[in-house]
């Protein structure tokens, strides 16, 4: 391991606090956040529980596979949002690959 990222409670002094608001420091934090609440939400609504194998291989696959399995159910929902939005033709909210309208002036 490179870098442990787990920020402190409290005032931090002026080292920590130089550590804690640097670009690599806040980037880490970033995906750490993210990749706990990936694993939260695949123990709530999923039902994911402890890995029944034994060791770090065991950890790994079974990491590996909780978030597969929410990567492909991520997927769908966005596949169905889009033939949804395809259907009413209404624009996608969120990563649209049409570009912007253009407005044309009455000049």
Do not use: Y
């Not at 997927?75 to 044309?104: D, F, Y």
């Amino acid at each position: 391991m490179k870098a442990v990222v787990i920020p402190r409670k409290g005032r931090a002094n002026a080292e920590r606090h130089k550590l804690q608001t640097s670009k690599r420091f806040l980037k880490l934090v970033k995906w750490r956040t993210g990749s706990e609440g990936r694993i939260s939400h695949l123990k709530h609504s999923w039902g994911w529980s402890r890995t029944l194998i034994d060791g770090i291989d065991g950890a790994q696959t079974w990491c590996g596979w909780g978030v597969l399995a929410h990567n492909a159910t991520k997927i769908a929902v966005l596949v169905e949002q889009r033939q949804r939005n395809k259907k009413t033709s209404q624009p996608t909210v969120r990563g649209s690959c049409r570009p912007p309208p253009t407005r044309t002036s009455a000049a």
